[in-house]
């Protein structure tokens, strides 16, 4: 088990910014993958961005320019930094983290509200 929990969510006005964290017990380091999803109240779960070995990053296209992911292998830690947020925005955001050795884990989940 790699426990991830995450911390940053609450609720903004449109065109505000929050940064997620999500901490892992163990060194992120030793973790292929991390990344972030969410899910908005009926609707499926999507990934929002996507960060492979620390070099490679992938962003849903509707959080393209606005969200960036990064890492802290120091400190185990994983951001989700969000600018000019919209309500469409609004969902809860999961971090997510796969080891070298094919193991998913998800975090308990940390509410982002965006009122217009």
């Known amino acids: 088990q790699v426990p991830v929990v995450e911390s940053g969510g609450g609720l903004v006005q449109a065109g505000g910014s929050l940064r997620l964290s999500c901490r892992a017990s163990?060194?992120?380091?030793?973790?292929?993958?991390m990344g972030w999803f969410r899910q908005a109240p009926g609707k499926q779960r999507e990934a929002v961005a996507i960060d492979s070995t620390g070099e490679n990053r992938n962003y849903a296209d509707s959080v393209k320019g606005r969200f960036t992911i990064s890492r802290d292998n120091d400190k185990n830690m994983v951001y989700l930094q969000m600018n000019s947020l919209k309500p469409e925005d609004t969902a809860v955001y999961y971090c997510r983290s796969i080891t070298y050795g094919g193991l998913g884990y998800w975090g308990q989940g940390t509410q982002v509200t965006v009122s217009s």
């Open positions: 163990g060194s992120i380091a030793s973790i292929k993958t």
